[in-house]
């Protein structure tokens, strides 16, 4: 049948509505330079997580690198020289955490443990 248009092969456009938002720094924890927020057992958080920063920030066009250096930073981890991988973002943020919560203190881990 020739002549007639393939049906189902319609092509769709992108408009202007359909691009991904810019990243604000309001919209990512620590955004505007302080610690992410710590959220306990049983609360929900309205920040996202490092993980979800990075993976906008990579839909974005930034660099692997580049994006974990910029979500270090939004989450209130000094840059500096230091390249940060998303690992060590999220690790560091666990710690973060911990000490929030008061289960990890100063002196963790300068005594030797006792025996049982």
Not at 35 to 50: C, F, L, N, W
Not at 67 to 91: S, Y
Request: overall charge positive; glycine content about 12%; aromatic content about 4%.
């Amino acid at each position: 049948m020739t002549g007639q248009g393939q049906h189902g092969t319609r092509r769709h456009r992108r408009s202007a509505t359909d691009a991904p938002s810019p990243v604000h720094p309001t919209a990512i924890p620590g955004g505007t330079g302080s610690p992410a927020a710590v959220v306990r057992a049983g609360q929900t958080s309205t920040e996202p997580s490092a993980t979800a920063t990075y993976r906008s920030l990579l839909r974005q066009g930034l660099a692997p690198d580049e994006a974990a250096n910029l979500t270090a930073f939004l989450c209130g981890i000094p840059v500096g020289g230091q390249h940060w991988k998303l690992g060590e973002i999220n690790r560091l943020l666990f710690l973060r955490a911990l000490r929030a919560t008061g289960r990890f203190t100063a002196d963790d881990g300068t005594k030797p443990p006792t025996p049982a």
